[in-house]
């Protein structure tokens, strides 16, 4: 039987997410336990960051939209929920939406990634880089924006709870 042909859609997807996160958790335990917290934190949101500006490159292409400025909260929109009908495994459950014209907001009843650190025993020194990640889009498509709140560390862990906005000034 041909592995690929059993599965569909979303269990590519899940099967792909899941093993890109496990490498990235690997990845940033072992940084941790070789390098310390603050120049693992440091460079995995330096290394998400550059993936995901090359990534909502990849996407723009998929969707035909090469050299197009992002002019209207509609055009972004449309590319935010592109991003996440192509990306987002079900696991992950994360939530996101538009409340009002101009906000992006999403977040984390239960976030995977906290969860993670968590069995490692390293929730009090993790700093988000899914956040990191969202930017890294914003900031590859050129557009400005305001994140509330402005935070460096784990909301979850800080906070109990997960919710952005992200705030545009466009048409």
């Given at each position: 039987?041909?592995?690929?042909?059993?599965?569909?859609?979303?269990?590519?997807?899940?099967?792909?997410?899941?093993?890109?996160?496990?490498?990235?958790?690997?990845?940033?335990?072992?940084?941790?336990?070789?390098?310390?917290?603050?120049?693992?934190?440091?460079?995995?949101?330096?290394?998400?960051?550059?993936?995901?500006?090359?990534?909502?490159?990849?996407?723009?292409?998929?969707?035909?939209?090469?050299?197009?400025?992002?002019?209207?909260?509609?055009?972004?929109?449309?590319?935010?929920?592109?991003?996440?009908?192509?990306?987002?495994?079900?696991?992950?459950?994360?939530?996101?939406?538009?409340?009002?014209?101009?906000?992006?907001?999403?977040?984390?009843?239960?976030?995977?990634a906290?969860e993670?650190?968590?069995?490692?025993?390293?929730?009090?020194?993790?700093?988000?880089?899914?956040?990191?990640?969202?930017?890294?889009?914003l900031?590859?498509?050129?557009?400005?924006?305001?994140?509330?709140?402005?935070?460096?560390?784990?909301?979850?862990?800080?906070?109990?709870?997960?919710?952005i906005?992200?705030r545009?000034?466009?048409?």
């Open positions: 039987m041909e592995i690929l042909d059993a599965l569909d859609k979303k269990g590519i997807r899940e099967f792909f997410s899941k093993g890109w996160m496990t490498h990235d958790a690997m990845w940033y335990y072992h940084c941790l336990q070789e390098l310390g917290p603050e120049r693992a934190n440091k460079i995995n949101k330096d290394a998400v960051a550059s993936m995901s500006a090359i990534e909502i490159k990849r996407i723009l292409k998929l969707m035909g939209r090469v050299d197009q400025p992002v002019k209207t909260f509609d055009e972004l929109r449309e590319i935010i929920d592109s991003v996440y009908r192509l990306i987002l495994p079900e696991f992950m459950k994360i939530h996101y939406g538009f409340p009002e014209n101009n906000v992006f907001r999403g977040g984390f009843h239960e976030c995977f906290y993670g650190v968590k069995k490692f025993a390293m929730a009090d020194i993790y700093q988000c880089g899914i956040v990191v990640r969202i930017k890294g889009w900031n590859g498509l050129g557009v400005k924006y305001e994140m509330v709140p402005e935070f460096t560390g784990c909301l979850m862990r800080d906070q109990g709870k997960c919710e906005d992200f545009f000034n466009l048409d």
